[in-house]
């Protein structure tokens, strides 16, 4: 006998979770999906457009202009936090006192408030009263991120590096300990050179908490706000407008709804396909 | 290849050492022959794989000497010292070939390729690998991953001693006692000096022609498996060794015999005069404790209190004045039940003074 028992009282109990990701992602998703074929006006007018606004943000300099800017950005912050955050995590002592002390040095920016560290990063490289401000002035350097655009991404870069290179630290941190000790010692044993190891042994192993370490750290930089926000506030110029900042701009300044909500999901299409990608290949060639 | 001598080795872990308890190896005198299969058997904790890291230049002794031919190696890398050794987890370099990992010791030292390849060849072959050469060593079981460190070890020609920690542990029961004669086969074609620490008797007996067997940092017994099996040099190798291991019971010495509560045991063979006050035990190993008719000589009065039976044997306990006596009887022979008699064999019968042997 095979009766066919379906048992419908299951739905019951995923309910709870459909209805909590109904409201906060997909109800404010569709939203925005409504909002970016729509043109707005006042008194809550609204006139079907199609792909009109897709097509406006993608033709558009703009939108091209800060979105190089965004990659850009992403892909210095990416180069310099990965190699220097597996390059400290190997300079830090295995075990004892001063790996604990080591850590909670570094867990210390990843707890400061974002927009704290963008005020304090402001504060610290103003030319006329920042410690670094001031100091590079008086060394000779003309340094002024609030009016040239390269000390600007200089700035910008070193607090994303100063913020974020210990969340991959952490990371490799931990994966480097759960390496045991026997690959070390028949590492010895085989003559390996002390690059051997790194190349054979300790970078294999972290692959799995690298490929973590750079989708994390991918998706937040090119999410980024906060931080640029009060910085530079996308300034000099448009200079460090990135996506996120410009997008606001476009949104809430202008209030241009139609144009920000395909620019939105344009936005978020391109971070799943980067982070898609980037899975991808760090993944490739790994067993079942 | 190399004799390996070991002098007066002591090591503590801790930074000043006082008494014989701070040390984890507390005094070691062993001489190894060129070529020898070498077997360190201990329970855990016994200091067996300290010893080990010591003769590979893992660990620094306390105190000591190692030579190898004669040449103090005590302040010599494991590089230098020229070994090779077989980790109890399986150590392979995960994104290489099982090839390159075979060639990787010989490629690290800088063996032109062409040599690289023919060593390579002939290990795989030796270990039957040679099936999965091109194979990513990642995608292997355990067993074969063991293979490859096994391999890794036996690929260097020349290699003073390869050193086995517990190299089958994670290796399912039934490919154990393959590998295992593969291990000795391999030693057979190599003839390198082999040490293979283990806790379990089986693959050390197999494996070694002598054992070194190792309780609380102490070297009890080294010794071929007849030796550690006939002659127990301590109480401690009695029972360790052996399943199950030797009866061992109070005793005084008396008429040139023993006395256990009363009854005269004949030992066959005049000993030494143990130190007075030491506390002497007499120990019997079930395989030499027969059933014999009430009333014959040396018989002893004992009840049946139990019986297992393993399939081969059948082990029978019995309670002879107040102490358990277990007696091996082979398939096929009477088992006797209630009141019996029983005697023990003089020749295996041993007298211990605060553990270690009287002769």
């Known amino acids: 006998m095979s009766a066919r028992t379906t048992n419908q009282k299951a739905w019951f109990l995923v309910a709870p979770v459909v209805v909590l990701v109904a409201f906060n992602a997909i109800i404010p998703l569709m939203t925005v999906v409504n909002y970016s074929v729509q043109e707005t006006f006042g008194d809550n007018l609204f006139f079907f457009e199609g792909m009109k606004w897709f097509e406006e943000v993608l033709s558009s300099d703009r939108f091209h202009d800060s979105l190089l800017r965004q990659l850009q950005f992403t892909f210095i912050i990416l180069a310099i936090e990965v190699p220097l955050g597996v390059a400290i995590a190997l300079a830090m002592p295995p075990k004892g006192f001063w790996s604990s002390a080591c850590l909670v040095l570094m867990a210390m920016p990843l707890l400061i408030p974002w927009n704290v560290v963008g005020a304090m990063w402001n504060i610290f490289a103003l030319p006329d009263i920042g410690l670094l401000g001031k100091t590079l002035n008086t060394m000779g350097f003309d340094y002024n991120f609030t009016r040239q655009p390269v000390a600007a991404w200089v700035t910008l870069i070193a607090m994303d590096v100063w913020h974020w290179t210990s969340l991959v630290v952490l990371l490799s941190y931990a994966g480097l300990s759960a390496i045991p000790n026997d690959y070390y010692q028949a590492a010895r044993i085989d003559g390996a050179s002390s690059w051997a190891v790194f190349r054979y042994i300790q970078l294999p192993k972290l692959k799995r908490v690298l490929t973590i370490a750079v989708l994390l750290r991918f998706m937040d930089s090119f999410n980024i706000y906060t931080e640029p926000f009060v910085l530079t506030g996308g300034g000099p110029g448009n200079s460090t407008t990135l996506l996120s900042l410009d997008l606001v701009k476009i949104a809430l300044g202008q209030f241009d709804l139609g144009p920000a909500a395909a620019m939105s999901l344009i936005y978020f299409l391109i971070i799943l396909l980067f982070s898609w990608i980037f899975y991808t290949v760090m993944t490739r060639g790994e067993d079942n | ?359």
């Open chain 2, 1 to 359: 290849m190399a004799r390996i001598d070991l002098i007066g080795l002591r090591h503590s872990y801790l930074p000043n050492p006082t008494t014989d308890a701070d040390y984890a190896l507390k005094k070691v005198d062993l001489v190894w022959d060129d070529g020898g299969a070498y077997a360190l058997l201990g329970p855990s904790g016994c200091g067996k794989t300290t010893l080990l890291n010591i003769i590979s230049g893992l660990l620094a002794p306390s105190e000591g000497s190692i030579l190898f031919d004669g040449v103090e190696v005590k302040d010599k890398s494991p590089e230098e010292r020229q070994i090779a050794q077989v980790f109890q987890f399986p150590v392979v370099y995960d994104t290489m070939t099982v090839y390159d990992n075979l060639a990787f010791p010989l490629r690290n030292r800088g063996v032109p390729e062409k040599q690289v390849d023919a060593r390579v060849r002939a290990i795989a072959d030796m270990t039957d690998l040679t099936d999965m050469l091109k194979n990513k060593a990642a995608g292997l079981t355990a067993d074969g991953k063991q293979k490859i460190s096994l391999g890794r070890g036996l690929v260097r020609e020349d290699v003073n001693v390869v050193m086995f920690d517990e190299p089958l542990t994670v290796i399912d029961p039934h490919l154990k006692w393959k590998l295992r004669s593969k291990l000795k086969e391999l030693h057979q074609r190599i003839g390198t000096t082999m040490i293979y620490v283990t806790h379990d008797q089986t693959e050390a007996l197999t494996f070694a022609n002598k054992v070194v067997v190792i309780h609380e940092g102490w070297v009890v017994q080294q010794g071929t498996p007849v030796e550690l099996f006939e002659r127990p040099r301590h109480t401690f190798v009695g029972h360790f060794i052996g399943s199950p291991g030797m009866n061992l019971m109070p005793c005084e010495l008396a008429n040139g015999g023993a006395r256990v509560s009363g009854h005269h045991i004949d030992i066959g063979r005049s000993i030494s005069e143990p130190k007075a006050g030491a506390k002497l035990e007499l120990g019997v190993r079930p395989e030499f404790v027969t059933f014999v008719e009430p009333g014959s000589a040396n018989s002893l009065p004992a009840d049946v209190v139990s019986v297992s039976d393993t399939g081969r044997n059948s082990i029978v306990e019995t309670e002879f004045a107040g102490h358990k006596v277990r007696a091996l009887v082979p398939e096929g022979m009477p088992v006797p039940e209630g009141r019996t008699s029983i005697c023990f064999d003089p020749t295996y019968t041993q007298i211990y003074a605060d553990g270690w042997i009287v002769e």
